[in-house]
C-alpha cells in the first residue's frame, strides 16, 4: 500500500514542481516587496504577510535558473519548514493534484538544471508531465549556499 | 489539604526572602551594631519558616527555625555578631538555597543539615566561643526567662486568689494543621475573656495576633468561675489540640518563677534532642512584659522595623511571561492600525473621527509605555547576588576586595536578565581570581591591599553596556601570545600582526586560560568562551580593555531587546529605513565643500569641535536607487555609540514614528546593519537600521 499525497504543483522556468500541500502555508500575489541588503542574491526581500515580516526568495535564483520577468501569474507561495518561514517567488501556481507516494522515482543527476539533492524525486503524471518535487529541507539549508554559488558561477 | 498548587508561589517567595536575608546579612556585616537590619533578618527567617512548616518542609523549618534563635539573641543584645556566627549563618544560608532549589526540581527539600543546625546551637548556648563564657550564662538564663512573672503581674495573681478568685496557668497546644493560628488564638482569649481576666500571655497578644508563635503559647489567667470551666471554654474553641491547666494557689505562686525555671530547663535538654521542628519556640517568647503594660525600649525596635518593613514592601502579582508576550504581540496589531487610522483622519479631514483618532493615539500611547515597562526589569535582580559571591571568592582566595556596584537600576527586558547572570558571574570570578593579584604582589607593586571590583551598568542608546572593571595586574600580551602560540592558535608570525584589542580577543577562544595554575574557582578553560557565545546568542557582545600593572575591564554590550520604539524614518532614493531615536544626537545638513576626504576614501565632517567619519549608507546598503556622494547638500543624522560618534548620509527624512520592531525572519536570521523590520502605516516594511553597527569601525 503505498499513500497519496496531496501536492501543490507550480511552474519555473518552464518545468512543473511541487511541493507537499501541507507544508505551504499560503499562495500569494505578488506584493511590494522590501529590499534587503547585504544578504544572498536570491533573497527578493521581505514582505509584509498580514503584520508577519517574511524573506522572499526568488527560487529561480536559489537554482541558478534563469530569471523570469514577474507577471500577472507570478505568485510568492509561503511554506512553513519547522519555525521557519519563507516566500518562493514563482511563476505560476494553479493547481493541487493527488499523487500515490510508489509513484515517485528518485530523481537523476540533475533535472531542469537543479542539483538532485535539492529533489525529493520525479513523479510521472501522464506521458509528457513530469513533475519535480522539492526536498524543501535541503532547499533552506544555509550552510551550502556558499558552495552551491561557487559550483554555478 | 492538596499544597502543590501553592508549591510554585511557595518557591517564589522563599527565594525572595532568601534573597533578602543575603542582602540584608552582607548589609550586617559591613555594620554588626544595626540592630535594626537583625531585625529584617530575624523577619524574613521567621516568615520562611512559617512558609516552610506549612509546605511540610520540615528540614528548611528547623534549619530556620534554629538561625532565628541566634537571630532573636543578638537582636535582643544577647549575643553581639562575630566571624564565626556570619560564617554559620551564612553557610546556613548555602544550605537553605540548595534546599529550596531541591524543592525547585522536584525534590522534597531534604538535606544533611545535622552540622549546621548543633554549630546554631552552640552559638545560642555560647559554645562557640568560650572566651564569653557571661554570656552563655546570660543565654541561658534568657530562655528560661520567657514565662516568668514580674512583680505587678505576681501582685495581681495574689490579690485575686486572695480575694478568692481562681488562678491558672494555662499551656494551650493548637493543632498543628491549624491554618489560622491568630484567629483561634484570639478566640480562646476571647473565651477566657468572658470567664475572667488575663494576666499575662507568652507571646505577648500583640506578637500572637501576627501570628508570631508556633503551635503553642501560655496564658495566666483568673476567674470566678471554678478552673474546669475556664478550661473547657478553652477547649471548645476549634483546632485547639490540647490546654494543660496548672492551678495557682497562693502557696506555690510565691516559688512560681522558680519552678518555671527549673521545668524549662529539663524541658530544654529534652528539646535539643527532639525534632527541633516541633519545639517549642522558647526564645521566641522572651518578652516579660504584659501587653498592657509595654515597656518602651521592646516596643520602639518593633514598631520601627514594622514600618520600615511596610516601606519596602512592594505590592505585585506575578504573571507568566508568555501572557506578556502575547500582550506585546497585540498591541503592536494595534499601533500599526493606529497609524493606518492616523493617515485616513488625515485624508477624510473629519472633525469628528480626527478628535477620536487623537484620542485613541493618546490613549494607546499610555498603553503602550506600560506594556513596555512590564517587560523591564532593573539589573539589580541580577546584581544582587553577586556581594555574596564576591564576599566568599575573596575569602576563599585569601584577597582583599572592595566590590562596588553602580547603575543597578538600569532597566532591560526580563528575557535578556534572565540568561546574563552567568556570563557576569564568570567575568566577576575571572576579576578576583585572575585579574586582581595576591595581597602581597599588590603590596609589593606598591598597591592599596584592598583591590576594587567596579561593576557598572548604564545605557546607550538601544542598547545596555554592563562593565567589569578590576585594578589588577591587566593581561600580559606576551603571556597571551606565547599561550596562544603553544596551543596552536596562531604563528609567531601572525602574533606581531594583532593588535592588543585582537590579542585581547584571544581569550575568548576556546580552551585558553592564561592562569599558571588551575584553581577551584576559575582556570579550567571552559570560562571566556562560554561567555562570549552566550553573550553573542542574546545579541550582545564582549570587548576587553587593559594596561599592565593597572587592570582590566571587560565590557559587555547588550540589546535592550525593546519590540516597541520611537524612530526616525527617512529614505534612500524610494526605499524607507527607520533608525532608533536613542541612539541619534541630532540631525544636521552638511556641504559638499566641508566633507574632508582622508586617505582611504574615508570622509570625515567637522561637528562640534571634533572630526566625524561621515558613513555613506546607500554605499554600505548597494542603495541602487540614490547615492549621496554626488549630492551638493547632504542630510545627516548624528549617531552615538557609547562616546563614539559618527554621521550617516540620507536622502531625506520622513519624520519620527513609534514602530514595533519585528524580526526578519529565521530563514535571514542577522543580517549586518539591520537590526529588524517595521510594517509602515501603508502596510509596507521598513527595514530598522542597527547604528552600534555602523560606528564600528
Known amino acids: 500500500m503505498s499513500e497519496e499525497m496531496k501536492i501543490v504543483v507550480f511552474k519555473l522556468a518552464h518545468e512543473e514542481y511541487g511541493i507537499e500541500v501541507d507544508k505551504v502555508k499560503t499562495i500569494e500575489r505578488m506584493m511590494p516587496i522590501t529590499r534587503v541588503p547585504k544578504t544572498y542574491n536570491f533573497i527578493k526581500g521581505v514582505i509584509n504577510l498580514r503584520g508577519v515580516v517574511v524573506p522572499v526568495m526568488e527560487l529561480s535564483g536559489r537554482f541558478g535558473l534563469s530569471q523570469e520577468t514577474y507577471t500577472d501569474q507570478t505568485r510568492i507561495i509561503i511554506v512553513q519548514v519547522g519555525e521557519m518561514e519563507i516566500g518562493f517567488i514563482v511563476d505560476s501556481a494553479n493547481d493541487v493534484i493527488d499523487i500515490l507516494e510508489d509513484k515517485i522515482e528518485p530523481a537523476p543527476e540533475v533535472v531542469g538544471g537543479i542539483q538532485a539533492r535539492y529533489l525529493r524525486g520525479v513523479a510521472k503524471i501522464s506521458e509528457e508531465r513530469l513533475l519535480i518535487l522539492l526536498n524543501l529541507s535541503e532547499v533552506l539549508r544555509k550552510d551550502e549556499i556558499v558552495n552551491l554559488e561557487q559550483l554555478e558561477v | 489539604m492538596d499544597l502543590n498548587q501553592y508549591l510554585s508561589m511557595f518557591l517564589d517567595e522563599a527565594n525572595d526572602h532568601l534573597q533578602a536575608l543575603n542582602d540584608n546579612m552582607m548589609e550586617l556585616e559591613n555594620q554588626p551594631e544595626d540592630v535594626s537590619i537583625v531585625q529584617v533578618i530575624f523577619r524574613s527567617a521567621h516568615t520562611l519558616k512559617g512558609m516552610s512548616a506549612t509546605m511540610g518542609f520540615e528540614d528548611l523549618a528547623s534549619l530556620t527555625h534554629e538561625m532565628e534563635n541566634v537571630l532573636d539573641l543578638v537582636r535582643n543584645h544577647q549575643l553581639s555578631m562575630d566571624d564565626f556566627i556570619f560564617d554559620t549563618l551564612f553557610k546556613s544560608l548555602d544550605s537553605l538555597e540548595a534546599m529550596v532549589e531541591d524543592i525547585a526540581n522536584g525534590g522534597e527539600g531534604k538535606a544533611e543539615i545535622k552540622s549546621i543546625v548543633e554549630s546554631l546551637q552552640s552559638i545560642v548556648k555560647g559554645e562557640h566561643n568560650k572566651e564569653q563564657p557571661a554570656e552563655s550564662q546570660e543565654t541561658t538564663a534568657a530562655s528560661s526567662h520567657d514565662e516568668r512573672l514580674d512583680e505587678f503581674q505576681l501582685s495581681i495573681i495574689e490579690q485575686s486568689i486572695e480575694a478568692g478568685m481562681q488562678a491558672a496557668y494555662m499551656k494551650v497546644t493548637l493543632r498543628e494543621d491549624c491554618v489560622l493560628k491568630a484567629a483561634r488564638a484570639y478566640m480562646v482569649f476571647q473565651a477566657l475573656g468572658e470567664q475572667g481576666e488575663i494576666v499575662k500571655s507568652t507571646p505577648p497578644a500583640h506578637e500572637i495576633e501576627q501570628e508570631q508563635f508556633e503551635q503553642t503559647f501560655s496564658i495566666y489567667a ?35 518563677n522558680k519552678l518555671l525555671q527549673a521545668a524549662t530547663a529539663s524541658k530544654e535538654e529534652v528539646a535539643a534532642a527532639a525534632a527541633p521542628a516541633i519545639e517549642k519556640k522558647a526564645d521566641d517568647a522572651r518578652v516579660t512584659e504584659t501587653p498592657a503594660k509595654p515597656s518602651e525600649t521592646k516596643k520602639k525596635p518593633t514598631g520601627g522595623a514594622a514600618a520600615q518593613g511596610k516601606g519596602q514592601q512592594h505590592r505585585t502579582i506575578r504573571v507568566d511571561i508568555d501572557r506578556l508576550d502575547v500582550l506585546m504581540n497585540l498591541l503592536s496589531e494595534l499601533l500599526i492600525d493606529r497609524v493606518r487610522l492616523e493617515d485616513l483622519a488625515t485624508e477624510l479631514k473629519s472633525n469628528t473621527l480626527t478628535e477620536t483618532v487623537e484620542h485613541l493615539v493618546r490613549v494607546s500611547g499610555d498603553l503602550q509605555s506600560i506594556v513596555l515597562k512590564l517587560r523591564m526589569v532593573p539589573i539589580d535582580t541580577v546584581f544582587n547576588r553577586f ?43 575571572n576579576a578576583i581570581d585572575h585579574g586582581q593579584e595576591s595581597t602581597a604582589e599588590r603590596i609589593e607593586a606598591g598597591k592599596l591591599e584592598t583591590g576594587t571590583v567596579h561593576l557598572r551598568a548604564y545605557q546607550s542608546g538601544n542598547h545596555v553596556f554592563i562593565e567589569i572593571e578590576d585594578d589588577g595586574k591587566g593581561i600580559n600580551r606576551d603571556n597571551v601570545l606565547k599561550k596562544a602560540i603553544k596551543n596552536g592558535m596562531l ?18 577562544g576556546s580552551g585558553f586560560s592564561t592562569a599558571e595554575q588551575v584553581s577551584d574557582i576559575s582556570g579550567r578553560g571552559v570560562g571566556l568562551d562560554v561567555v562570549r557565545s552566550k553573550i553573542a546568542s542574546l545579541g550582545g557582545e564582549v570587548v576587553v580593555k587593559s594596561t599592565l600593572g593597572k587592570g582590566t575591564t571587560f565590557i559587555v554590550q547588550l540589546p535592550l531587546t525593546l519590540s516597541i520604539l520611537s524612530a526616525m524614518l527617512f529614505r534612500l532614493g524610494d526605499e524607507k529605513y527607520a533608525i532608533p531615536l536613542t541612539s541619534i544626537v541630532e540631525t544636521g545638513l552638511v556641504t559638499k565643500k566641508d566633507i574632508r576626504n582622508i586617505h582611504g576614501g574615508i570622509r570625515m565632517i567637522n561637528y562640534r569641535d571634533s572630526v566625524i567619519p561621515l558613513v555613506s549608507l546607500s554605499a ?14 547632504t542630510e545627516i543624522i548624528i549617531i552615538r555609540k557609547g562616546e563614539r560618534l559618527a554621521a550617516i548620509a540620507v536622502d531625506d527624512f520622513i519624520g519620527q514614528n513609534e514602530i514595533v520592531l519585528k524580526p526578519l525572519g529565521s530563514y535571514l536570521g542577522t543580517v549586518q546593519g539591520i537590526s529588524g523590520a517595521t510594517i509602515l502605516g501603508d502596510g509596507q516594511v521598513a527595514l530598522i537600521i542597527d547604528p552600534n553597527t555602523l560606528i564600528q569601525s
Open chain 2, 620 to 633: 554600505i546598503f548597494e542603495c541602487p536607487s540614490y547615492t549621496d556622494v554626488d549630492e551638493e547638500e
Open chain 2, 222 to 256: 483568673v476567674t470566678t468561675q471554678t478552673l474546669e470551666e475556664i478550661q473547657k471554654a478553652a477547649e471548645q474553641v476549634s483546632e485547639v489540640d490540647s490546654v494543660v491547666l496548672q492551678p495557682l494557689t497562693a502557696d506555690n505562686i510565691k516559688d512560681w
Open chain 2, 387 to 429: 556581594p555574596r559571591m564576591v564576599r566568599d571568592l575573596a575569602k576563599s582566595l585569601d584577597k582583599k576586595v572592595d566590590f562596588q556596584i553602580s547603575g543597578a537600576d538600569t532597566e532591560l527586558d526580563r528575557t535578556v536578565i534572565d540568561e546574563i547572570g552567568d556570563p557576569l558571574v564568570h567575568l566577576l570570578r
Open chain 2, 491 to 508: 604563528t609567531e608570525d601572525q602574533a606581531k600582526l594583532l593588535s592588543d584589542e585582537q590579542v585581547y580577543m584571544l581569550l575568548f
